[in-house]
Each structure stands twice: as structure tokens, then as C-alpha cells.
């Protein structure tokens, strides 16, 4: 397996989360390179790399890049992503705790493509430990006079998942409650108070700073043709060494959970994987066999690549009660605008409830492939169609444990 | 019972509002500030918000209910934040809150504190406590109460 240290390069470093450190291994240098390109040139540097969005969609940046209008007489605005609240994941946090200056140098870069003169760090509220680490490397920023055209801001989040959704993102920071949007028809900027606005991932934005440095050739030449670069992969779960390792795309996942990960928790046998957060569908062991760690193989077998933050489950993983905790969790976070999400999630949690108290019947399960079908694609936010897989793959891929416990 | 915002606070607005196309995105640094200075948010906070953010009161308030970390009643007791989400139930998050039942705390359920790889976890004053076991949760205790 071919090392690959492209975002996570100061990681192991330590201070590197001052701006002193991160300077000797040569934070901000790519700005000098930004200087010799026009901000078109930036974005068009972006695409060539086909550089994908790190927090789930996987959409292409620099087509979202685009869509930024270069001459307005609004402000334009970038949001970054710290929501970070997908079970499973925990790599935006290594990133603005580890190496937080990556995070700025990537919001200067992303700035000037897009012309932009203010950014938003939205930081989910249970981070202020870390948080508090990305403002002090703010403080340095500035102070340093790296900030004289550009301001970053910290906008704290106060715990809702949904709030990671672009659209709420916005509608959050706007001082509403995080309800997603209706999307547009067509292809549009996110808009913050009217004005034209980028949202992208705090990895996505991270990874900005070697591509412009080094050039997209240099990052296409990790990962595979239709998913190029790195990501931070993780595992958590029954895992000998759960955490968070970059690797290419097009990785073998069984031989990055045994490398990194270093197998199976005490010698068991691997039962599934949740490969990218809980939103993705659920895999079997045999399924992971030949799989490798990149969009078009994730969705070739109606799963997700997701966050990359990969859930291992033992032999031993009662699968019902598995599902139940997911129920849980979305039943708990349905924003509660759309009424296919906010009554699906809940009846699907109480017939769950149902099921592992031993009380469940075979129409029960039935049931729980009709609300699936409920909620798939007639809400707002694709909150529920994730649902949605993940109820079915649980389902029809474990069916016999389910069926066990119903009468 | 009024409320009014600390000095220290009232100049954070003030420096908040210019980083900001209108002053109605303060909505959220507000009640987090009102909730650290009272222990929670009142109504009269509500109310004062309501005023720097030019909302409604009543927007306000649907927002403050909105956020789960947000707290509407004066907290008595120290509050435990316990995640429960897969990976912590993988790791072992129901034997922390069994053993947390017969302490002097307020135990709070929560969704997935984004430590995963170190389960399981319980944030306590925005502090993460991670790789939990009873043990460590009783030292932990120790100190704090």
C-alpha cells in the first residue's frame, strides 16, 4: 500500500498547530504560488484535478467553484464545513486541531478564485476543544498579517445534525433553525443573506493548498482516473486500531482495515461494514472482499463512499440492535420540516423498538420495507432517501436475523 | 428577573455585527453567550437577543429549542453528555451509563460526539473524555465533584 501524505503531512508533527511549526514545514507557501495565476486560473487548476467534495456528495469543486459569479456588486462568501456530525466520522476535527493553518492557507486560496473577502468556519457545537485551537491559529493569522484581505470567522454550531446539510448550513448561520432548502432547478451558488456564497468541507478546502502548490497532475496522480487524490479514511468500531489514515482512492478496503486498522478486534471475524458514516448502505464481509475505497465502487454495489469514516462490526454484532441505534439517531436528528422524514424515522424507531423487545411479527419487517419506500425521495434534503438505504440494505442483507426475532 | 449581556459580551456583539451582512446571523453566538453567562438561556435573554439580532422574540425562542446543546432550564445538577451512537455502543457505552446511573450527575444521551475512534466517549464543559472505562469514569467524577 503507497503511502500517501497529502492533507495529513503536518499531522505527526508536533506544534504543528502553531502558526511557527507549520511555517517551517512550509504552511502558507503555496500563496506565492497563488500569485502567479489569475483567480480564473485557480479554478481552472481545481478542475483539472477533478478535485471531489470531501464531506459526503462527493460532487466535483470546481464546478461548484464556478458557479461563483467573478463580477457582482454583492459580497461573495465561503462557508466551510465543520459540521462534522456523521457517526463514524472524525477527520475535519484532525485537521483543524492537528493542522489548522492548512485550513486557512486552503480558505486564502479558495477566497481569491472566488473573490471572496469574508469566510465562515462552521464548527459544530460539541468541537469547542478544537474549535478553540482553530481560533487561536486565526488569532496568528492575523496577527501575522496573513488575514489583511481576507477575514475568517468561527460561526458555532449548537448540536444539530441536519445543520451539516449546505442549505442549513446557511439557513443556521442566518439565525434560523438548520432546515434545508428547496433546491434550485438549476445549477446556482448557495446563497448566505442573498449574497452568492461557496459551501465545501473543511478536507476539501485543506486539500487546495497542495494542488495549487504542486500542480493537478501531481494530485491526479493518487487515486484512480474517476475518483483522483487522497482521503482521510477512518475506522472506528471493532477495530484493533481505529483512527484516522489518509490513503488514495481506488484503495483495497479489506487492505486498509487490516493494514491501518490492523484487523478485526480480538482475532473475531469481520461480520459488516458501514463504510462511510451510518448514512451509507450497510456492506457484508463477503461484499468488502474485492471492494476498493472509491465512489463509482461504492455505488456499483448501492452504497456510498460517504465521509470515508468506516464502521467495523465483529461477528458477534447482534445486527437488529445495530439498526435500532441508527433509528435512534435519526429519529432523534429529523429536522422535523418534511413529513415523510419526521413520522418515518419515528415509526421506523418504535417498530425497531418493537422488534428487539421480541413483540415484532413478520409484518412488522414489511412494514419497515414500506416506510423505506415512504421515505425515499419525497423530502427536501436526501436526509431521508439515506434512510431509506440504509433500512433496506440492513434489511434485505441480514433478513434472517430479523426474522428470527419476529414471530 | 431581567438580563442584560456582560460588558465583555455586549463589546463581542458589537465586533461580531461587523463580520456579518446583517445582524440577525448573531442569533446563535448570542444565546451561546447568554447560556454561558446565566448557566442557561432565560426568556428575558430571549428577550434582550431578540433586540441585538432585531429577530422576534419568538424566532428566537424557535431557534433556542431548535439546537439540542442549548438549555432552557437552570441546570442543577453537572451534566454528563454520554454518546450512544454505533461506535460507542460497539465500545461499550451501555456499561458507562449503567455505571453513571448511580452517580450525583444530569446523564444526557447524546448523538455522536465525533470521537469514534477513541469509544467510548462523554463530553462533560466542552471537555471530550475519551476510551472510557468505569474506572476512568470514576476519577474523572472525583475531580470534578
Not at chain 1, 233 to 246: D, I, K, L, R, T
Given at each position: 500500500?503507497?503511502?500517501?501524505?497529502?492533507?495529513?503531512?503536518?499531522?505527526?508533527?508536533?506544534?504543528?498547530?502553531?502558526?511557527?511549526?507549520?511555517?517551517?514545514?512550509?504552511?502558507?507557501?503555496?500563496?506565492?504560488?497563488?500569485?502567479?495565476?489569475?483567480?480564473?486560473?485557480?479554478?481552472?487548476?481545481?478542475?483539472?484535478?477533478?478535485?471531489?467534495?470531501?464531506?459526503?456528495?462527493?460532487?466535483?469543486?470546481?464546478?461548484?467553484?464556478?458557479?461563483?459569479?467573478?463580477?457582482?456588486?454583492?459580497?461573495?462568501?465561503?462557508?466551510?464545513?465543520?459540521?462534522?456530525?456523521?457517526?463514524?466520522?472524525?477527520?475535519?476535527?484532525?485537521?483543524?486541531?492537528?493542522?489548522?493553518?492548512?485550513?486557512?492557507?486552503?480558505?486564502?486560496?479558495?477566497?481569491?478564485?472566488?473573490?471572496?473577502?469574508?469566510?465562515?468556519?462552521?464548527?459544530?457545537?460539541?468541537?469547542?476543544?478544537?474549535?478553540?485551537?482553530?481560533?487561536?491559529?486565526?488569532?496568528?493569522?492575523?496577527?501575522?498579517?496573513?488575514?489583511?484581505?481576507?477575514?475568517?470567522?468561527?460561526?458555532?454550531?449548537?448540536?444539530?445534525?441536519?445543520?451539516?446539510?449546505?442549505?442549513?448550513?446557511?439557513?443556521?448561520?442566518?439565525?434560523?433553525?438548520?432546515?434545508?432548502?428547496?433546491?434550485?432547478?438549476?445549477?446556482?451558488?448557495?446563497?448566505?443573506?442573498?449574497?452568492?456564497?461557496?459551501?465545501?468541507?473543511?478536507?476539501?478546502?485543506?486539500?487546495?493548498?497542495f494542488i495549487i502548490q504542486n500542480g493537478a497532475a501531481a494530485y491526479r496522480e493518487f487515486g484512480t482516473e474517476k475518483s483522483p487524490g487522497t482521503m482521510l479514511f477512518a475506522m472506528s468500531g471493532h477495530v484493533n486500531n481505529p483512527g484516522v489514515y489518509e490513503a488514495e482512492f481506488g484503495t483495497s478496503m479489506m487492505e486498509y482495515i487490516n493494514h491501518h486498522g490492523g484487523g478485526v478486534k480480538n482475532g473475531k471475524k469481520l461480520k459488516a461494514v458501514i463504510?462511510?458514516?451510518?448514512?451509507?448502505?450497510?456492506?457484508?464481509?463477503?461484499?468488502?472482499?474485492?471492494?476498493?475505497?472509491?465512489?463509482?465502487?461504492?455505488?456499483?454495489?448501492?452504497?456510498?463512499?460517504?465521509?470515508?469514516?468506516?464502521?467495523?462490526?465483529?461477528?458477534?454484532?447482534?445486527?437488529?440492535?445495530?439498526?435500532?441505534?441508527?433509528?435512534?439517531?435519526?429519529?432523534?436528528?429529523?429536522?422535523?420540516?418534511?413529513?415523510?422524514?419526521?413520522?418515518?424515522?419515528?415509526?421506523?424507531?418504535?417498530?425497531?423498538?418493537?422488534?428487539?423487545?421480541?413483540?415484532?411479527?413478520?409484518?412488522?419487517?414489511?412494514?419497515?420495507?414500506?416506510?423505506?419506500?415512504?421515505?425515499?425521495?419525497?423530502?427536501?434534503?436526501?436526509?431521508?432517501?439515506?434512510?431509506?438505504?440504509?433500512?433496506?440494505?440492513?434489511?434485505?442483507?441480514?433478513?434472517?436475523?430479523?426474522?428470527?426475532?419476529?414471530? | 428577573?431581567?438580563?442584560?449581556?456582560?460588558?465583555?459580551?455586549?463589546?463581542?456583539?458589537?465586533?461580531?455585527?461587523?463580520?456579518?451582512?446583517?445582524?440577525?446571523?448573531?442569533?446563535?453566538?448570542?444565546?451561546?453567550?447568554?447560556?454561558?453567562?446565566?448557566?442557561?438561556?432565560?426568556?428575558?435573554?430571549?428577550?434582550?437577543?431578540?433586540?441585538?439580532?432585531?429577530?422576534?422574540?419568538?424566532?428566537?425562542?424557535?431557534?433556542?429549542?431548535?439546537?439540542?446543546?442549548?438549555?432552557?432550564?437552570?441546570?442543577?445538577?453537572?451534566?454528563?453528555?454520554?454518546?450512544?451512537?454505533?461506535?460507542?455502543?460497539?465500545?461499550?457505552?451501555?456499561?458507562?451509563?449503567?455505571?453513571?446511573?448511580?452517580?450525583?450527575?444530569?446523564?444526557?444521551?447524546?448523538?455522536?460526539?465525533?470521537?469514534?475512534?477513541?469509544?467510548?466517549?462523554?463530553?462533560?464543559?466542552?471537555?471530550?473524555?475519551?476510551?472510557?472505562?468505569?474506572?476512568?469514569?470514576?476519577?474523572?467524577?472525583?475531580?470534578?465533584?
Amino acid at each position: 500500500m503507497r503511502e500517501c501524505k497529502i492533507v495529513s503531512r503536518k499531522f505527526e508533527i508536533p506544534n504543528s498547530h502553531t502558526l511557527e511549526v507549520a511555517k517551517v514545514h512550509g504552511a502558507y507557501e503555496a500563496l506565492d504560488k497563488m500569485k502567479e495565476y489569475s483567480p480564473l486560473d485557480v479554478i481552472k487548476i481545481i478542475k483539472e484535478s477533478n478535485l471531489r467534495g470531501k464531506g459526503g456528495g462527493g460532487a466535483p469543486a470546481g464546478e461548484k467553484w464556478e458557479l461563483m459569479p467573478q463580477e457582482s456588486d454583492k459580497p461573495s462568501f465561503l462557508a466551510v464545513n465543520c459540521d462534522e456530525s456523521e457517526p463514524g466520522t472524525f477527520k475535519d476535527r484532525q485537521i483543524i486541531s492537528k493542522d489548522p493553518h492548512l485550513l486557512i492557507e486552503g480558505i486564502l486560496l479558495t477566497c481569491y478564485a472566488i473573490k471572496a473577502k469574508h469566510a465562515y468556519v462552521y464548527v459544530r457545537g460539541e468541537y469547542k476543544q478544537y474549535q478553540d485551537i482553530l481560533q487561536n491559529a486565526i488569532d496568528e493569522a492575523y496577527a501575522a498579517g496573513l488575514l489583511n484581505e481576507c477575514d475568517v470567522t468561527i460561526h458555532r454550531g449548537a448540536g444539530a445534525y441536519i445543520c451539516g446539510e449546505k442549505s442549513a448550513l446557511l439557513e443556521s448561520m442566518e439565525g434560523k433553525r438548520g432546515h434545508p432548502r428547496l433546491k434550485p432547478k438549476q445549477k446556482e451558488p448557495e446563497w448566505f443573506f442573498g449574497n452568492p456564497t461557496l459551501v465545501n468541507n473543511v478536507e476539501t478546502i485543506s486539500t487546495v493548498p497542495f494542488i495549487i502548490q504542486n500542480g493537478a497532475a501531481a494530485y491526479r496522480e493518487f487515486g484512480t482516473e474517476k475518483s483522483p487524490g487522497t482521503m482521510l479514511f477512518a475506522m472506528s468500531g471493532h477495530v484493533n486500531n481505529p483512527g484516522v489514515y489518509e490513503a488514495e482512492f481506488g484503495t483495497s478496503m479489506m487492505e486498509y482495515i487490516n493494514h491501518h486498522g490492523g484487523g478485526v478486534k480480538n482475532g473475531k471475524k469481520l461480520k459488516a461494514v458501514i463504510p462511510g458514516g451510518i448514512s451509507c448502505g450497510v456492506l457484508t464481509a463477503e461484499e468488502c472482499e474485492n471492494l476498493t475505497l472509491d465512489y463509482e465502487a461504492l455505488r456499483g454495489i448501492r452504497s456510498s463512499l460517504g465521509t470515508g469514516g468506516m464502521i467495523i462490526m465483529d461477528e458477534e454484532t447482534d445486527m437488529v440492535e445495530a439498526l435500532k441505534n441508527i433509528l435512534e439517531f435519526y429519529h432523534e436528528e429529523s429536522c422535523g420540516q418534511c413529513t415523510p422524514c419526521r413520522e418515518g424515522t419515528g415509526w421506523s424507531d418504535k417498530i425497531l423498538a418493537k422488534i428487539l423487545d421480541k413483540r415484532g411479527t413478520k409484518e412488522d419487517v414489511d412494514k419497515l420495507f414500506d416506510l423505506a419506500d415512504v421515505m425515499n425521495g419525497k423530502t427536501i434534503c436526501v436526509f431521508a432517501p439515506s434512510v431509506s438505504t440504509v433500512l433496506v440494505s440492513f434489511l434485505t442483507k441480514f433478513r434472517d436475523e430479523f426474522e428470527a426475532v419476529v414471530s | 428577573m431581567s438580563f442584560a449581556f456582560s460588558d465583555e459580551n455586549l463589546t463581542k456583539i458589537q465586533e461580531l455585527k461587523k463580520r456579518y451582512p446583517s445582524p440577525q446571523a448573531l442569533c446563535l453566538p448570542c444565546l451561546w453567550m447568554a447560556q454561558y453567562q446565566d448557566g442557561f438561556i432565560s426568556l428575558d435573554a430571549i428577550d434582550e437577543i431578540g433586540v441585538h439580532t432585531t429577530l422576534p422574540p419568538m424566532e428566537v425562542y424557535r431557534v433556542a429549542t431548535f439546537y439540542a446543546m442549548l438549555r432552557l432550564e437552570a441546570p442543577t445538577k453537572l451534566q454528563v453528555d454520554v454518546c450512544k451512537t454505533l461506535s460507542c455502543k460497539l465500545c461499550g457505552s451501555d456499561e458507562i451509563l449503567k455505571h453513571l446511573q448511580n452517580k450525583d450527575v444530569k446523564i444526557n444521551h447524546v448523538e455522536c460526539l465525533g470521537s469514534c475512534s477513541t469509544a467510548p466517549v462523554m463530553q462533560i464543559n466542552d471537555v471530550n473524555y475519551e476510551n472510557l472505562t468505569s474506572e476512568k469514569v470514576d476519577a474523572i467524577l472525583k475531580e470534578l465533584l
